[in-house]
């Protein structure tokens, strides 16, 4: 089942911070991030594995409640490189281990503008 | 290769018939993933391929769609008989055997179907 994102779209002045959220009705392995800009392919940011642990890449960070089968992606300080389609990817865990593959979101259309 | 490389880029046919994409994952990738995007759409998983296992076919929307690979290389993703609805970019992906360095995604196969 596809994990939700909130929220659908975000508009920001540059400088500004946000925070995207991506919850899943099942119990989850890893969280992914991707970002995706038009025209191209999704470009990994950073993986979350259960465990709850938070992780940077740039301004750009990402925490993962395991217990709550959620992830939030945390950009601060936005740049106007940051503009694009984010995407979370969760894999599920089975019998303590995990399905293997990513089942993604519908994506946050973030826009950043000067 | 130095990235996931996908031919053709842009494949426009005529419904009813048989289209065929190729994916070069990057050598040493174990495994490969294929994934349609429809315009505006978030990333539908297709199938999962993981080195000499059977692959995890459970994202063929219908028996149109088959894929193959041979060992740890090239993977094709065949469609017979197109419809209108099969239009959308496909993308492949390969990772790692855990994936905890990401997926590397391809740039994608534009199909048109008219």
């Known amino acids: 089942q596809q994990p939700v994102q909130s929220p659908q779209a975000v508009i920001l002045r540059e400088g500004e911070d946000a925070v ?4 899943s009705s099942k119990a989850l392995y890893s969280v992914h991030w991707y ?6 392919a999704p470009v990994f940011l950073m993986i979350l594995l259960k465990g709850g642990e938070q992780k940077g890449h740039e301004k ?25 389609t984010y995407f979370c990817g969760t ?5 303590g281990g995990s399905n293997y593959k990513l089942t993604f979101g519908k994506g946050t259309l973030l826009t950043v503008n000067p | 290769g130095a990235g996931v490389s996908q031919s053709p880029s842009n494949k426009v046919t005529e419904k009813g018939k048989d289209v065929e994409l190729r994916c070069d994952p990057i050598s040493g990738h174990t495994a490969l993933y294929w994934y349609r995007q429809r315009l505006g759409q978030g990333l539908e998983f297709l199938i ?12 063929l929307p219908s028996d149109r769609f088959s894929a ?13 008989r197109t ?30 179907v008219v």
């Open chain 2, 48 to 59: 999962y391929f993981q080195g000499n296992s059977a692959p995890d076919k459970s994202g």
């Open chain 1, 91 to 95: 894999e599920e865990s089975i019998s």
């Open chain 2, 68 to 80: 193959e690979r041979t060992g740890e290389s090239v993977s094709t993703l065949t469609i017979q």
């Open chain 1, 35 to 40: 970002r995706q800009k038009h025209g191209e």
């Open chain 1, 20 to 23: 995207i959220n991506c919850s």
């Open chain 1, 60 to 84: 750009i960070s990402a925490s993962f409640n395991e217990k709550k089968q959620q992830s939030s992606l945390y950009l601060t300080a936005s740049q106007l490189s940051y503009s694009g």
């Open chain 2, 83 to 112: 419809q209108q609805e099969d239009s959308a970019v496909y993308l492949c992906a390969s990772s790692t055997d855990r994936s905890h360095y990401g997926y590397t995604f391809g740039s994608g196969t534009r199909l048109t």
